[in-house]
């Protein structure tokens, strides 16, 4: 009996780590999505730089972007914190280039014209588990504003 509670919870283990193993790509897609899906409102413009920041980021093709949308969405919606994401990007990314991710964040959060107040909490939570300083957040969100007009 003890084998076969063994065995299971084994098997567990094995299929929840293999779904735990996400890219970089993925990881950054999938903070992406959480700020464009924040207001509940997915405009066009939203959808277009997402794609565009994935293509020139990653160097990803129109399939390869449709794809990693699709699972991005997909792992956005069921997920419950920003954990696994972030930790990747920790894990593989510098500071410099985490610091890049978030001031991407936040031409997502303005590719509508205008900043909600989610968006913003969202990005300050991400910036915050990708160990950035206060200066460092405050920095990427002033480039961004100057982008915007």
């Not at 961004?144 to 007009?149: M, Y």
């Amino acid at each position: 009996m003890f084998a076969q509670l063994k065995d299971f919870f084994s098997s567990l283990d094995n299929k929840e780590q293999s779904n735990t193993i996400i890219s970089t790509e993925l990881a950054c897609a999938v903070l992406f999505c959480e700020v464009m899906r924040a207001d509940n409102h997915y405009t066009i413009e939203e959808q277009t730089k997402l794609t565009h920041l994935l293509q020139n980021q990653f160097s990803l093709s129109d399939t390869e972007v449709t794809d990693i949308i699709e699972q991005a969405i997909q792992l956005s919606e069921n997920a419950n914190d920003f954990f696994q994401f972030t930790s990747q990007l920790n894990q593989h990314l510098s500071l410099d280039e985490r610091i890049h991710i978030v001031s991407l964040l936040w031409q997502i959060a303005y590719a509508d014209g205008e900043l909600a107040s989610i968006e913003e909490h969202i990005i300050r939570r991400i910036a915050d588990l990708l160990h950035l300083r206060h200066s460092e957040y405050i920095a990427t969100k002033i480039q961004a504003q100057s982008i915007q007009q």
